[in-house]
């Protein structure tokens, strides 16, 4: 049944008399024959996957955010208060955070006019689902507790649109969960 699912759904991403890629293109050589009805497709340059240094303590089911440039990864099975940051060249090891946990929801908020720039911790597993929620400003050397969530979650996905941060899906303890929260980082609260 899910293979049938997958054909299905791949066959309503090839617009008619477009065909699949052969198993020997690779990703950015891929070019398509004009049909009658669309423009020729230009070919892309060449996407190549490249080594970086390994992370430093081995984890899974970690958070992860992307702020001026670097990669912060964050807490997680094997390191759950273990924060470590990623230049684009070397690992370093940054504030730990409070508590344990795996699962979490991360985002960073860009340099932006208020104070609301840095990088965000929402929720996780604690053991349990927690509501709980940290911030880690620039140049900080620790975390700091900012407003909880409505409720509980893990396993969700945030992202940082302006000073703004969207949590959504995820798990309460008891049930996956639809509300889609939404945290204002200049103000310090969530709607």
Do not use: K
């Not at 009805?37 to 955010?65: D, G, Q």
């Not at 273990?82 to 730990?96: C, K, L």
């Not at 609301?116 to 929402?122: E, K, Q, R």
């Not at 996780?124 to 909880?148: C, D, Q, V, Y």
């Amino acid at each position: 049944m899910r293979l049938v699912l997958l054909g299905l759904l791949i066959g309503a991403c090839v617009a008619p008399g477009e065909g699949l890629p052969s198993r020997t293109q690779h990703i950015g050589q891929l070019s398509a024959s004009p049909s009658p009805s669309s423009a020729p497709i230009p070919t892309r340059a060449a996407v190549a996957w490249r080594r970086i240094a390994n992370i430093p303590t081995p984890r899974s089911e970690v958070a992860a955010a992307v702020f001026r440039d670097e990669v912060y990864v964050i807490g997680g099975f094997g390191g759950g208060r273990v924060v470590e940051i990623f230049d684009g060249q070397r690992w370093r090891r940054g504030p730990d955070l409070p508590l344990e946990v795996d699962h979490a929801m991360a985002a960073a908020v860009s340099d932006i006019a208020d104070a609301g720039a840095g990088v965000y911790v929402f929720g996780g597993n604690g053991p349990a689902p927690t509501a709980r929620s940290f911030r880690l400003t620039p140049g900080a050397t620790a975390w700091r507790e900012i407003a909880a969530m409505p409720g509980p979650r893990s396993q969700g996905a945030a992202v940082a649109r302006g000073a703004s941060i969207y949590v959504v899906g995820g798990y309460d303890g008891q049930r996956l969960v639809a509300p889609t929260y939404a945290y204002e980082a200049n103000a310090d609260r969530w709607r």
